[in-house]
Structure formats: structure tokens, C-alpha cells
């Protein structure tokens, strides 16, 4: 939607909220793990880098209240080689270069490749080249990787999916036994409301929908933060000035990410703003309270149909009880869009 005035709210104000359904899900106490600084909360982050990506990864390294333990890359919003090398480069340009990175899928566990690079460029980052990194991927690849953090770490480690959910799906499969080492799935992906690369479906879903279907009936606790939240984290050209009072390369870059989408989404009569959809499932892991959430029932349409890659997310208890559902995972719903802008702004001031 291009007129978002009046749909964004504090967390909890049901009544000014664009709420996706008639029926309105009561919010609830949110069931994600949150760190803090004493006890930050180890978490690997699943990127299809990306303009948001960049930015949600840059969440991940300044907040101290998270342990980012790897980047791993999937084929999404370009070729998967293209994200490796974006995960790599943005990494060390947030001098964060100790961040182990590795490349996963090219494509879905089935179907055809889907690609956002009219949103994002052709590389993912669109028309910014980063300047190249020491450093090369882990030659173990995504899944190993995860597996090999999972099974290292003494505590259970989050999982933060911000592409299409193909290498969380394969983990999944791959190495059941270690299940209990996840803590908590906190995706950006899906929405109860309406999709964006069809009516019905968001992107990350859409571009993979079989391995969407086998992380929500995994039973693994996990959070949605779907397009219904996201779509209020919205920034616009004012960014630009503040950012552009930092020191920092990394402000700089951001900056110029930023001006790409919003050039690009005024080119296509959507006025200049850029939906920061990755940032909010990072920042829900680091923050307790910017995020309101309610519990539903989701499972997703992997048919071939004009539903397909749509999230069904039912939170209606007389349906839920008739049809002997429990709800499966936590969905965003309402953000503090003015204090997540200042988020932003604050982890490009502590950023080289
Ligand atoms: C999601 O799709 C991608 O284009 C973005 O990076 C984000 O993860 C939004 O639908
Ligand atoms: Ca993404």
C-alpha cells in the first residue's frame, strides 16, 4: 500500500492498527527468547543479501543484547553467490570480519527459482559494489555450518531466517537430533494479511514454499514477523539527513542502499519509503517490547495455485477448538514505527 498514514500504532493499540483479519488476535506475551547485554543470545541469521538483509545483519553486530555467531546465504533476492559475497563484504565493511560465513542453496527444495532482483539489483545490493573482503565462505557450507554452531554451543542457539527458508528447511531434515540446540525460529517472512510478490504471498514463502510447510509443522517454537508488522517499519527520505550526519562508511552505504529503493519505489508511484522488513525479526530477538505479537495456527499453501506461498494464519479460538488446532507460532502485528527508525539511525552511529 503506498498510504500508510493512520495504519501505524504503539504496540497494544488494537484500535488504530491495521489489523490483518476481522477477527482481532488478542496479543499475547511473546514467546521468543530475548537477550540482553549480560547474556547476549547466541543467534545465526539466514540472509539473501539484500537491502533490508544489509541492514538487519548491521543490527545484529551493533546490538549488544546478540551474539551473532554466522551468516549463512540462500538464493533470494539474487544468486546465492551474490549473497555469499554480499554477507562476506557487509561484514567487513561492520568490521565484524570473525563472523563465519557460508553458502547455501541456490534455489527452492522444488520448484522454479524466484528471484527480487528488480527490488533489490541485479547483485542484491543495488548498484553499491562493497569493497572486497579478506575473507572467503566456510567450505562445510550453510547447513553444515549451522549444524556445527548447533551442536557446539552450550546453550541453545536462534535462528534468524530472512530469506526463503530452503537451508532452514534442509536443517531441519538434515539433523533432526538437533532440534533441541535451536531456541527459537524468528523469521521475516509470510503474512496473515495481504502478500507482496502476489496478492496472497510474501516473497520469502513464495520463493520457497515446501521448505515454509516443513519449518511450521516442525514444532519448533518460532515467530513469525510477517509483512503484517513490517510494512509499519517504514523508512523514508528523512533517514537520509540523519544518516548522513554519522562519520561512519557503513552510515554512508546505508545511506545509499536506502536512496536506491526509495529512487526506485517513487519510480513505481509508491512514494519514497522502503519497508526495513529483515531489521524487525533481528530487533525482536534484541528488544523485549518493539514488537507486539499474537498467537495463531499457520500453515502454508505450497500448491501450485493462486495461493501459492500464502501464509494461513487462523487465530479465531472457536475455529482453533472445532478443529482441534493449537497455535504454532507467535506473529507480529504492531511495532513502535517511530522508535524503530531511531533504532536504525542508533546502529549506524556505532557502526566503522
Ligand atoms: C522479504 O523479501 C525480500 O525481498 C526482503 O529481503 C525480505 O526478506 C520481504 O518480503
Ligand atoms: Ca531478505
Known amino acids: 500500500s503506498s498510504d500508510l498514514k493512520g495504519r501505524s500504532a504503539p504496540v497494544g493499540d488494537a484500535s488504530k492498527v491495521g489489523w490483518p483479519t476481522f477477527h482481532h488476535a488478542m496479543l499475547s506475551a511473546r514467546t521468543a527468547p530475548c537477550g540482553t547485554s549480560d547474556a547476549p543470545l547466541p543467534l545465526i541469521i539466514d540472509s539473501d543479501p539484500g537491502l533490508d538483509d544489509a541492514l538487519a545483519i548491521a543490527c545484529a553486530v551493533v546490538r549488544p543484547e546478540l551474539n551473532l555467531l ?17 554477507a562476506l563484504r557487509l561484514l567487513h565493511l561492520y568490521g565484524a570480519d570473525d563472523v563465519p560465513v557460508a ?15 528488480e527490488v533489490h539489483g541485479e547483485g542484491g545490493l543495488g548498484k553499491t559494489v562493497l569493497p572486497k573482503s579478506p575473507r572467503v565462505a ?47 525460529i524468528c523469521l521475516m517472512g509470510g503474512s496473515v494479511g495481504e502478500g507482496n510478490s502476489s496478492a ?25 514477523i510477517g509483512l503484517d508488522v513490517t510494512h509499519h517499519a517504514i523508512l523514508d527520505r528523512t533517514i537520509l539527513d540523519r544518516l548522513k550526519l554519522l562519520p561512519g ?3 554512508k552505504v546505508a545511506a545509499e542502499l536506502l536512496k536506491f529503493s526509495f529512487d526506485r519505489s ?6 519514497e519509503k522502503m519497508a526495513i522488513h529483515d531489521a524487525v525479526a533481528v530487533l525482536h ?68
Open 285 to 352: 530477538l534484541a528488544l523485549p517490547d518493539l514488537v507486539g505479537v499474537a498467537r495463531y495456527h499457520v500453515v502454508v499453501d505450497a500448491t501450485q495455485g493462486p495461493a501459492r506461498g500464502r501464509t494461513i494464519g487462523d487465530a479465531n479460538p472457536y475455529r482453533l477448538k472445532r478443529d482441534n488446532l493449537e497455535p504454532n507460532c507467535d506473529v507480529g502485528l504492531t511495532i513502535d514505527s517511530a522508535r524503530f527508525a531511531d533504532l536504525m539511525v542508533d546502529v549506524f552511529a556505532k557502526l566503522p
Open 103 to 117: 553458502e547455501g542453496a541456490v534455489g527452492p527444495l522444488a520448484g522454479p527459482l524466484e528471484r527480487a532482483t
Open 266 to 271: 517513487a519510480a513505481w508511484g509508491q512514494g
Open 200 to 224: 496472497s504471498a510474501e516473497f520469502n514463502i513464495y520463493a520457497d514454499p515446501t521448505a515454509a510447510e516443513i519449518m511450521f509443522a516442525s514444532g519448533l517454537p518460532i515467530t513469525m
Open 138 to 184: 566456510d567450505r562445510d557450507g550453510a547447513v553444515a555450518l549451522m549444524a556445527r554452531l548447533l551442536d557446539g554451543s552450550p546453550v541453545p542457539v536462534a535462528l534468524a531466517p530472512i530469506g526463503p527458508l530452503t537451508n532452514i528447511a534442509l536443517l531441519i531434515r538434515s539433523f533432526p537430533h538437533l532440534a533441541p540446540k535451536i531456541s527459537h
Open 70 to 86: 554466522a551468516v549463512t546465504s540462500v538464493g533470494g533476492n539474487a544468486d546465492v553467490h551474490h549473497c555469499t559475497e554480499n
Open 249 to 251: 562508511a557503513s552510515a
